[in-house]
């Protein structure tokens, strides 16, 4: 082998080694694509952090209401779900399970419905409220 031939097989390791990472990281729902056949509606390509359940704002009188969302398949969508409910003014804290299919979502009491369901249809995703 001359040396050519030792150079294009180092980079094809090398191509190897990171294919299979971002595989386990896709896989392992860290990528940041979701990997759905046909894409999933509100999977970000890449994700900036997500507030982690608190918009800052102190809450007057709390209120808790638990749904189900469906049309999540991953943890990109779980994040995209996160985002839209948390920037919906008057919610305080947010948890969604993609697996389960379910949110829950704290309020300060002045938010309705509608206003969920309105956030979740724009990320892509389906509120059962």
């Known amino acids: ?15 190897l080694v990171l294919a299979i ?8 729902g860290k990528g940041g694509c979701c990997g ?16 982690a ?8 009188s709390k209120a808790s ?5 469906r049309g999540m398949k991953c943890d990109n969508c779980r994040r995209a779900v996160e985002q839209a409910l ?11 399970d993609a697996k389960t ?4 979502v704290t309020t300060n009491g002045t938010v309705t419905d509608a206003q969920l369901a309105g956030a ?5 995703y389906t509120a059962e409220l």
């Open 21 to 28: 990472l971002a595989t386990k990281k896709h896989f392992g």
């Open 120 to 124: 979740v249809t724009a990320a892509g």
């Open 65 to 69: 209401k638990t749904f189900p969302v």
């Open 36 to 51: 759905c056949s046909g894409g999933c509606a509100g999977c970000p390509g890449s994700c900036s952090a997500a507030p």
């Open 101 to 104: 299919g379910r949110a829950t």
């Open 1 to 15: 082998m001359n040396p050519a031939d030792w150079i294009v097989l180092a980079i094809v390791a090398v191509l």
């Open 86 to 96: 948390i920037a919906v003014p008057g919610v305080t804290m947010v948890n969604v």
């Open 53 to 60: 359940g608190h918009s800052g704002q102190p809450a007057t």
